[in-house]
C-alpha cells in the first residue's frame, strides 16, 4: 500500500527528529508517572521491584531528556500525531514487564499483563492474583490509570478532520488544527478533572464500605475503564451491593465523554443533557440492561431483583469497557453472552477511556442507513444533507468512522480464525477476541497462564490496536509514514 503517483505531490513523510522530540517528551512523562508504583513498592519493603522501577526510570530519561531537546519546529502533521500516539501505546509494555517479573511472571505473561494494564483491557494470565501482594495489585491499576489518562490527552490526535466529531469533544477549530497547543491546552484540562473524579471514586468507595486499599485500586482501574480487580472473582467478592455498584458508577463515569466534565458556561447543564454521545451511551446500556435482564430472568425464574442487580452491573460493565465480573461466565447462556458482545463492541464515548468502536461512530452509521432508506422513497431532484445534532457531518467524517469499524471487524474475524485454528470453542474464542478488541477485560476463561503462547500474542495485538483506534496503527505500518518527502522543521 503506498502512495498513488497523483497524490505524491502533496503527500509528506513523518519528519523523524519530530517524532524523536515528542516522544521523548512522553517518555519524560512517563519516567515522573512510574515514580509513583516506585515509592509503593519501597514502601512495601519490595526493594527489588523498586530497583527495576529505577531502571526503568533511569532508561526513560537518558533517552527521553535528549530527545525532548531536539529542535522540531513547524507545525506538527497529523500523521506524526498519530504516529507518536501510537507508539506511546506500543513501547511501554516491553519496559513495565520488567517490574512485574519481579513477583514471579515470566517475560511473555509479564509483557501480557502489561499490554492489558496500559491499554485499560483487564485480562490477565495470572491463575490467581489474591495471593499477590499490593504493590503488585497497585502498579496493575496505576497502569490502567497512566493508560486511561493518555487514551483521553490523545484522543486529539486521533482527530483526522476538523468537523462534528470534533465539536462533540468539546474542541474548536483553532484547537484540532493547532495540534500541539491543543493537545496541551487539553492535557491540562484533563489532568485535574481526572484527578478529581478519581478521589472523588476513593471517597465514595470508602463510605460504601471499602477498605482503603481495595478502594484506591477499584478507583484506578474504575475511572479508567480498565477492570483489574485484587480479588480473583473481581467485583462478585465485594461483600456490599453498594460497593460494587459504586465501582460500575465510576466505570460510567469514565466512559462519558471527558470534556464534558470540564465544559464551562451559564448552559453547562442544559449542554450536558443534550450530549448526543451521553444520550446515546444512556439510551444503549439501558436498553443492553434490559436484555440481559429478560434473558438472565428467563433462563433462571427466582428473585427479579437479584436478576435486576446482576443485570445492570454485568450490562454496564460491558458498555463502559470496564470489564469487572459480576458473575461467572459460565452461567451465562449464549444468548446473553451475544448481547454482552454487541454491548463490548460498542463500547463508551469519543474522548473518553472506554474502548469499542465509540457511540459517535455508531450514531454517524445509524444515521448513514436512515439516509440510504429515505433516498430511496424520495424525489431523485430532492437533497438530504448528512447531519448530527443539527450539525453537518462532511464525507471525511463518513469515510473516517465506516474504516474504523471495517478495521475493528477485520481484526475480531481474523483473531477468531487464529483461535479456531487452536480448537478452542467457538462462542469462548469470540467473547475473548472482541473483549480484546474493545479493551473490555471481561474473561470467558480462556486467558490465562494455560492459553497458547501465539493466542497471548494475538490478544496482545488485539489489545493494542483496539487502544490505538486502528487508524494510528495503519498510519505506523504505511510505508509512505515513514517513506518520502519530507517539509523542513
Excluded at 237 to 265: E, K
Excluded at 413 to 418: K, N, Q, R, T
Aim: some cysteine.
Amino acid at each position: 500500500m503506498f502512495i498513488p503517483k497523483k497524490y505524491k505531490a502533496v503527500h509528506f513523510a513523518v519528519r523523524i527528529n519530530v517524532i524523536a522530540k515528542y516522544l521523548g517528551q512522553v517518555m519524560t512523562a512517563f519516567a515522573a508517572l512510574n515514580g509513583v508504583p516506585l515509592l509503593v513498592s519501597l514502601a512495601w519493603g519490595r526493594y527489588d521491584v523498586s530497583l527495576r522501577y529505577g531502571i526503568i526510570i533511569l532508561i526513560l530519561l537518558l533517552v527521553g531528556v535528549p530527545f525532548a531537546r531536539m529542535r522540531a519546529g513547524g507545525d506538527l502533521q497529523r500523521n506524526e500525531a498519530l504516529a507518536i500516539s501510537g507508539l506511546a501505546f506500543f513501547l511501554p509494555p516491553f519496559l513495565l514487564a520488567l517490574p512485574l517479573m519481579g513477583y514471579g511472571l515470566d517475560y511473555g505473561d509479564a509483557v501480557f499483563e502489561a499490554v492489558s494494564g496500559i491499554t485499560t483491557t483487564g485480562l490477565s494470565a495470572v491463575a490467581s492474583v489474591e495471593n499477590m501482594p499490593f504493590p503488585f495489585h497497585f502498579a496493575r491499576a496505576w497502569m490502567q490509570w497512566v493508560g486511561g489518562l493518555g487514551v483521553v490527552i490523545l484522543s486529539v490526535a486521533f482527530l483526522l478532520e476538523a468537523g462534528t466529531a470534533t465539536k462533540h469533544l468539546g474542541f474548536d477549530r483553532r484547537e484540532v488544527d493547532d495540534l500541539v497547543g491543543g493537545m496541551r491546552t487539553h492535557a491540562r484540562k484533563v489532568l485535574v478533572t481526572y484527578s478529581a473524579v478519581t478521589a472523588g471514586g476513593v471517597a465514595l468507595l470508602l463510605v460504601s464500605g471499602m477498605s482503603a486499599e481495595d478502594a484506591v485500586l477499584h478507583a484506578l482501574a474504575a475511572v479508567s475503564t480498565g477492570g483489574f480487580s485484587n480479588h480473583d472473582d473481581s467485583l462478585a467478592a465485594l461483600p456490599f451491593f453498594a460497593s460494587r455498584a459504586t465501582v460500575i458508577a465510576l466505570c460510567f463515569a469514565g466512559a462519558v465523554p471527558f470534556y464534558l466534565y470540564y465544559s464551562g458556561g451559564p448552559r453547562r447543564w442544559r449542554r450536558l443533557f443534550a450530549d448526543i454521545q451521553l444520550r446515546g451511551l444512556v439510551i444503549i446500556a439501558t436498553t443492553i440492561t434490559l436484555l440481559v435482564f429478560g434473558l438472565m430472568w428467563a433462563s433462571n425464574p427466582g428473585s427479579p431483583i437479584v436478576s435486576l442487580k446482576a443485570a445492570a452491573l454485568t450490562a454496564i460493565s460491558a458498555q463502559t469497557t470496564a470489564g469487572f465480573s459480576v458473575v461467572p461466565f459460565h452461567s451465562l447462556n449464549d444468548a446473553v453472552v451475544a448481547v454482552l458482545i454487541a454491548a463490548m463492541i460498542v463500547g463508551g464515548g469519543f474522548g473518553s477511556t472506554a474502548g469499542g468502536i465509540k457511540v459517535l461512530r455508531l450514531i454517524i452509521l445509524m444515521r448513514l442507513l436512515q439516509l440510504l432508506v429515505l433516498r430511496s422513497s424520495i424525489s431523485k431532484a430532492a437533497h438530504i444533507s448528512r447531519s448530527l445534532g443539527g450539525k453537518a457531518l462532511n464525507q471525511l467524517e463518513v469515510e473516517a468512522a465506516m474504516a474504523v469499524i471495517f478495521g475493528y471487524v477485520g481484526v475480531v474475524f481474523l483473531s477468531f480464525v487464529v483461535f479456531l485454528a487452536y480448537g478452542q470453542p467457538p462462542m469462548a474464542s469470540l467473547f475473548e477476541v472482541v473483549s480484546a478488541v474493545g479493551t473490555v477485560g471481561l474473561s470467558s476463561g480462556l486467558s490465562g497462564p494455560h492459553l497458547a503462547g501465539p493466542l497471548k500474542v494475538v490478544l496482545c495485538i488485539d489489545m493494542l490496536m483496539g487502544r490505538v483506534e486502528m487508524i494510528a496503527f495503519i498510519v505506523l505500518l504505511f510505508p509512505g509514514t515513514w517513506i518520502g518527502r519530507r517539509r523542513k522543521s
